[in-house]
């Protein structure tokens, strides 16, 4: 168990809905992150959040809308979304500001949700 | 702009079988590089991490190693198991950015089979 949790682990929705995905970690972690994953392609990197503040919007579209409501949670508000959205959504969360070291910039991520958009 | 290549794509060995993963980047100056496994419908969970200045790094049946001169990295997977089939991923972390620009790998998708 990583210490970070995700749900739901699986979502169908069409793109006219509305959902969030849900992240908490257990590891009193301060910097919390959202990863989009599809096949065949690297990882994502969406947003970031240092001490509850955004700190990067990696150029994500508006149907994406995060909210980090204290150090231990994270979610992501969906709506109208398109079909090629589809894919596995991770989150993620690290110490910031470690330099160097063993444990250095190190992301513990969740199970992710696994997100179908019809 | 800073990449990451890895190969190959997919890869399907024997069980007990060794084998080697390779990672080719562009990142510099780096901090560190990692890999990591992940495993069907699971997050990536880092396996090794080395700085710059390391050259391998173990982890179990698991080593890395790291060229920082001709940017490769590589990891050796001794006497595969079935619970190595996953994906390994290789990520490079920029040394003039915090944790939010890591540079991550397509990935290696292995399948070991009995």
Redesign the interface.
């Known amino acids: 168990e990583?210490g970070?949790t995700q749900t739901p682990?699986h979502l169908v929705m069409g793109m006219t809905n509305k959902k969030s995905l849900k992240c908490e970690q257990h590891l009193g972690h301060n910097?919390m992150?959202w990863y989009k994953q599809s096949a065949?392609?690297?990882?994502e990197?969406m947003f970031?959040y240092n001490f509850k503040e955004q700190?990067?919007n990696n150029s994500v579209p508006s149907r994406f809308s995060p909210e980090c409501p204290n150090s231990s949670h994270l979610f992501l508000h969906l709506h109208t979304l398109q079909p090629e959205d589809s894919a596995l959504y991770?989150c993620?969360s690290?110490r910031?500001?470690l330099a160097?070291g063993?444990g250095?910039?190190?992301?513990f991520?969740?199970?992710?949700t696994?997100l179908t958009v019809l | 702009k800073n990449q990451?290549e890895q190969s190959p794509?997919s890869l399907i060995i024997l069980e007990g079988k060794n084998c080697t993963l390779q990672c080719n980047y562009t990142v510099s100056p780096f901090?560190?590089l990692?890999w990591y496994k992940q495993d069907t419908?699971?997050?990536?969970?880092?396996l090794t991490?080395m700085?710059f200045s390391e050259n391998t790094k173990s982890n179990g049946r698991y080593t890395a190693t790291l060229d920082a001169d001709t940017k490769q990295s590589s990891l050796h997977i001794t006497a595969s198991q079935l619970s190595d089939s996953a994906s390994y991923?290789c990520v490079v972390?920029p040394a003039n950015f915090?944790?939010?620009k890591?540079?991550?790998?397509?990935?290696t998708r292995l399948t070991i089979i009995p």
């Open positions: 990583t970070v682990r910097a992150y065949k392609k690297p990882l990197l970031v700190t990067e991770l993620a690290s910031p500001g160097g063993p250095a910039n190190e992301q991520f969740g199970p992710g696994r | 990451v794509q901090s560190n990692r419908g699971r997050g990536p969970v880092s991490i700085t991923i972390t915090g944790n939010e890591l540079t991550f790998g397509t990935g």
